[in-house]
C-alpha cells in the first residue's frame, strides 16, 4: 500500500514572498513518480510539477519547484514570487505500480 | 483543441435512481480514471482502464460501474447501491507506457461533474 500525507491543511502568504508546501509519502517501490497538482475555484486539475524518483536532481517549473529527499520520503512545493492566481487547493501525488494516491491537499491563500 | 470533457457541470437526481456521467477525451490516451472528491479532501479512486474492454476496480468501487467500449469514452454509472453518491467526480487520462508501467505517465483531468442527490 502506498501513502500521501500533506500535514499542512491550510497556508497563507503574502504577494511575492515565497512558500513551502509539505508532503511525505510512503511506497514499497523502488521506482517511482511524484506530482504536484494544483485545483484552483474552478476545480479544475492541473499539473505543477513532475519527480522521477530515479532522478536526483530536483525538478523546476518556472517560480515552482520541490526539494525531494528520496531517503526521508519526503516532496515538498516551493512557490517564488507568489501571485494571487496561486490561490488554489495544492495536492501532492504519488504514482508507484499501478495506482495514483493523493495527499489530503493544502488549501494555499495568496493575500494582496 | 485537445483535452477532456466531462457533461453536464451539475447534475441533479433523485435518491434510488441510477445516473450515468460522461468522459471523453481526445488526447489518443489509453488509460483512463474516475476519481471521487468530497468537500475538503483528496481524491478517491473509483475505477481505471488502461486499455479498451478492460478495465479494474479502485479503493472504493463499491455502487459505481464503468464500461469502455471505446478509447476515447470511459462512461461512470453511479448506482442507487452507492450510499452516498452526492460528490464531485473527475475524470482523468494518461498515456500508458505499458500494463507493468503505465503508472509512470502524469494524469491529465476533466472539468469535473458535481453529482446532487436528493
Known amino acids: 500500500a502506498q501513502t500521501v500525507t500533506q500535514s499542512q491543511p491550510e497556508m497563507s502568504v503574502q504577494e511575492a514572498e515565497t512558500v513551502t508546501l509539505s508532503c511525505t509519502y510512503d511506497?514499497?517501490?523502488?521506482?517511482?513518480?511524484l506530482f504536484w497538482y494544483k485545483q484552483p475555484p474552478s476545480r479544475q486539475m492541473i499539473l505543477v510539477i513532475r519527480?522521477?524518483?530515479?532522478?536526483?536532481q530536483n525538478a523546476t517549473e518556472n517560480r515552482f519547484s520541490v526539494n525531494f529527499q528520496k531517503a526521508a520520503k519526503s516532496f515538498s512545493l516551493k512557490i517564488s514570487d507568489s501571485q494571487l492566481g496561486d490561490t488554489a487547493m495544492y495536492f501532492c501525488?504519488?504514482?508507484?505500480?499501478?495506482?495514483?494516491?493523493f495527499g489530503g491537499g493544502t488549501r494555499l491563500m495568496v493575500k494582496p | 483543441d485537445g483535452g477532456i470533457t466531462q457533461s453536464p457541470k451539475y447534475l441533479f437526481r433523485k435518491e434510488g435512481q441510477n445516473v450515468t456521467l460522461s468522459c471523453e477525451q481526445n488526447?489518443?490516451?489509453?488509460?483512463m480514471y474516475w476519481y471521487r472528491q468530497d468537500p475538503g479532501q483528496g481524491l478517491r479512486l473509483i475505477y481505471y482502464s488502461q486499455i479498451v474492454n478492460d478495465f479494474q476496480k479502485g479503493d472504493i468501487a463499491e455502487g459505481y460501474s464503468v464500461s469502455r467500449e471505446k478509447k476515447e469514452s470511459f462512461p461512470l454509472t453511479v448506482t442507487s447501491a452507492q450510499k452516498n453518491p452526492t460528490a464531485f467526480y473527475l475524470c482523468?487520462?494518461?498515456?500508458?507506457?505499458?500494463?507493468?508501467?503505465?503508472?509512470?505517465?502524469?494524469?491529465?483531468f476533466g472539468p469535473g461533474t458535481r453529482l446532487t442527490v436528493t
Open positions: 482523468a487520462s494518461s498515456r500508458n507506457r505499458g500494463l507493468s508501467h503505465f503508472g509512470s505517465y502524469e494524469q491529465y
Open positions: 519527480q522521477e524518483a530515479y532522478k536526483q
Open positions: 501525488a504519488l504514482n508507484a505500480g499501478n495506482m495514483l494516491t
Open positions: 488526447l489518443n490516451h489509453d488509460a
Open positions: 511506497t514499497s517501490e523502488n521506482n517511482y513518480y
